[in-house]
């Protein structure tokens, strides 16, 4: 716009038209940094090129763990951890194995049925549920102890698989892979390495897997903070709820169930302060549900009760 | 209608509309009754026309589709076997430009490694590697769940289930259940 104002005003007046232009364009590199630096633009693409699965898993793996920091840790028996026990032998594995075969099931019929889906639960009373790149999927303790049935869990692990099929981390991630990028274009020592091109110049090349240690840890803090500590962007929300009542209907489950735990929640309700409320969230499912629910022979819909095995969620968490 | 509803409603899909295959050698058959003639085959990631669940058994929906050869079909398949999700391209294509499907992409290793190295090191580097050890027998109890334990805990609860040929697997229609 400014260009175009520049342009029009060199028209009317006969003066310096050159001038003009490069006013336009000094005005539109401040509202890009990346168009500032030269090779900037290839920064600029990694916000908008896939993610390798290499790379995926490891930053899905330390979001995990950032995850458990800042919620108690995950309720998994401890003999289990250490190798000691088999997978089914405490109270703590017996709902974390529920956990996966409801989490699992609805996960074979998401857009990403064969990456390697975990599911489990985080030690925090209070009720969340989170979700990490590469099918890493989490409910507290204290969401545990809220839903009334399978198809509200059902619901809220949906929710999660469609953050991670959406790619909604990622792309947190990609951000801040080409603010790197710029820095290191810029000669800031963020332990990447250049590749040379062609023609002589070099440009950066971003691998988690060149990145010195400490600079990666670093990195990986910034993407936790920005995924654990602000949430994702309300259309996203929307997005994940929307696949949350796709997936739900696919596997048999009545998803009304899922919009009555939202409308159970308080306002306010969630960490982020950026999420929508959850009433106005149960309400964008009503086209979702109206529509694809008759296909379905929605009315038809088992009641499914809680998974027995769920039932430590509601006693103090091993620790 | 506000614009965020009329969004999520053209992401919703009716009787009439696109749903995917999930699962291999998917059956199409002639009638909604698991023994039925077998009309033909699908693959995951293909696409059919969705008409629905059956009147009289909401687990056997009627579609059409192409199989591998190119042949039309149109007939029943059991719910378990379709979904709304396209595959992410993950599986569709690889460097090569070759399709790949996700059972390939299961025994390529690639997506049954334990917790990669870089976030083993973060865990150490932050003093956490209980946390690290706890996600990896998080991830091993995830793994020991098996295909068939999914379909027979579906299939127990009254929930949507893929396969056909289970023991004991006589595929009744679900009784008539009350109208919330």
Known sequence: MTRRLGLAACALLFTTCA?????????DKQADPFALVDNGYRCKAIQTTPVPWEEEYAVGGAVALGLAAKSGGFGVDPATAG?????DSSAADQLNLALAEIGLNLASYSARPEIPWTFGALNSDVANAYSAPSGYVFVTHGLLAKVENEAQLAGVLAHEIGHVTKR????VFAVEKSWVCLAMLKGEEVGLTRVQLGDGRTVPKIELGKMAKGKLNGFFDTVIGKIVEKGYAQADEYEADA??????LAAGYDPREYQKLLRSLPEGAGVWPNHPPPKERAAKLDPVIAEMGAGFGLDQ???VPLDPRLASARRPPAR | MPAGLAALSALAVKPGGTLYIKTKDTKVLEKPDPK???LGLLQPGGSVTWRGADPGNRLMHKIEGTDSRGHKLEGFVLQGNLTPSQLSPEYLKRDDGKPIDPEAFRSSGAATKALDEAAID?????QMPQQAERLQALEAISRSVTAQRLAERS????LATAQLDMPGDSLKPAKKRGTR
């Open chain 1, 301 to 303: 819909a088992p009641k």
């Open chain 1, 168 to 171: 909604h981390a990622l792309r």
């Open chain 2, 155 to 158: 299939r127990a609860l009254g």
């Open chain 2, 122 to 126: 973060y865990a150490q580097a932050k």
């Open chain 1, 19 to 27: 001038a003009f232009k490069d006013l336009g364009r000094l005005v």
């Open chain 1, 243 to 248: 696949v949350a009542a796709e997936l739900l």
């Open chain 1, 83 to 87: 190798g000691g026990a088999r997978p």
């Open chain 2, 36 to 38: 039925s003639k077998v």
